[in-house]
């Protein structure tokens, strides 16, 4: 028996790292690459699977959270910098900060689904929920309120049944084809025009996403700071070529 494709953790990381790459050197340097752009949105639904899957499997959440805390701040001014060309640009927060506010979501979700009270885990998990997108858009983190919901979707439907699968689809529409908006890509069908939006194209993250079965794959302090010192380095470093190219 022929053993079916799988990506591990360590995989997917890989592959989200080289799509945001991809994206930002658009972003920065050749902004007239639209395909660079196409691919970079899928990124952020990986990261935002292995922050859900991280926060399951992780020993500690705390030290977890101190991790993402440390490199939101670090990855600040290269955020501002490649985004605004300035070291402190309070509108836009780098989307560490989407993932710390995702993960605070998740650990009240996990203190109400310990409570005996149906309703009051209905109340606190619905106001959680709310909260978490209101805070998204009110301190702008990367992809607002929608982005912390995309966490959520991976932390309401974990595992790999059609079930969960379906969710994950639907509700990756719902937030990249309408909530995020964006720019749109149109073109002409006959008679018809059919627009897409740009962000849409992050729907495709969800087969490379489905390709992972619970492996680690290579892992260790080494590839742990190596994945999360890679955000702020990159964007220093983009940010650079970008005020020299201009």
Not at 25 to 47: E, Q, S, V
Not at 166 to 173: A, D, E, N, V
Not at 202 to 208: E, G, H, Q, T
Request: with cysteine; proline share 6%.
């Amino acid at each position: 028996m022929k053993n079916k494709p799988e990506l591990t953790s360590f995989d997917l990381h890989l592959l989200a790292m080289g799509l945001m790459l991809c994206d930002h050197i658009c972003l920065a340097l050749m902004p007239d690459r639209l395909w660079m752009t196409c691919a970079g949105r899928l990124a952020f639904p990986i990261f935002a699977f292995l922050v859900a899957e991280g926060f399951v499997r992780t020993r500690s959440r705390a030290r977890y959270a101190r991790r993402l805390l440390v490199f939101a701040l670090v990855s600040e001014v290269p955020f501002d910098l490649l985004a605004a060309g300035r070291p402190v640009y309070p509108f836009h927060q780098n989307v560490l900060w989407t993932f710390l506010i995702a993960l605070g979501c998740m650990q009240l979700l996990e203190w109400a689904k310990a409570d005996s009270r149906p309703a009051a885990r209905l109340v606190v998990s619905a106001g959680t929920v709310l909260v978490g997108f209101l805070a998204g858009t009110a301190f702008m983190v990367d992809y607002f309120g929608p982005g912390v919901w995309t966490v959520l979707v991976f932390y309401f439907f974990r595992g790999d049944g059609w079930r969960q699968r379906l969710g994950q689809l639907l509700c990756l529409l719902f937030l990249n084809g309408w909530l995020l908006g964006g720019p749109s890509l149109t073109a002409a069908l006959g008679p018809l025009m059919l627009v897409l939006p740009i962000q849409a194209f992050a729907v495709l993250a969800l087969p490379f996403i489905w390709l992972y079965r619970g492996r680690q794959g290579p892992h260790g302090r080494a590839v742990r700071w190596l994945f999360y010192g890679f955000y702020p380095a990159h964007l220093l470093v983009l940010a650079a070529a970008a005020a020299f190219a201009n």
